[in-house]
């Protein structure tokens, strides 16, 4: 059984958005139930797809007016950073820090969404934006200078995952 399973409640109404969601949970799904010889190929493929989403809500962000540090986006990368990290240490042998990171996972992703996607998708709308042409509709509605901010509070948004670095950084 996952730790964590797609919910309706997740949804965002953004199909690009949801989708990738929903993909990324089956494949942290599919990371938690492989065996050792099948967990490594089965994180990357899971990295991959997590770099794939980030880069596309950043890329909405900055098609909406956001700064490319902004908050929302550096928190991708700093998550980014961490599950790259752990490829790299579980292909050198640390399979017990990548089944750690699954949990984290678990348990950072539905906080994400629910933090700083949800007031993405607001942001997105406000403005008209459309993510499958890339179109702003309502221009007049755009920030009058870059948003630096993510408009949420973000404390939680890498908790978990976080602790498996820095406990990751002191048995290094
Ligand atoms: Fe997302
Ligand atoms: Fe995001």
Request: charged share 20%.
């Amino acid at each position: 059984m996952p730790t964590l399973n797609w919910s309706d409640d997740m949804a965002l109404d953004v199909p690009l958005m949801d989708d990738d969601h929903k993909d990324i949970i089956a494949l942290l799904a599919a990371a938690e139930a492989a065996n050792n010889a099948a967990l490594i190929p089965a994180w990357q493929r899971l990295v991959e797809s997590m770099a794939k989403h980030f880069a596309m809500e950043d890329q909405w962000m900055v098609d909406t007016g956001f700064a490319s540090d902004n908050c929302h986006s550096a928190q991708h990368k700093i998550v980014l950073d961490i599950v790259k990290d752990g490829a790299i240490k579980g292909a050198l042998g640390d399979l017990g820090m990548v089944r750690q990171m699954t949990r984290e996972l678990a348990g950072w992703l539905p906080m994400h969404v629910d933090a700083m996607d949800s007031v993405l998708v607001t942001h997105l709308r406000n403005v008209g934006y459309d993510p499958v042409s890339r179109t702003v509709n309502k221009p007049t509605a755009m920030p009058m200078e870059q948003v630096q901010g993510c408009g949420s509070d973000h404390r939680c948004a890498t908790k978990g995952v976080e602790s498996t670095t820095t406990a990751a950084e002191t048995t290094a």
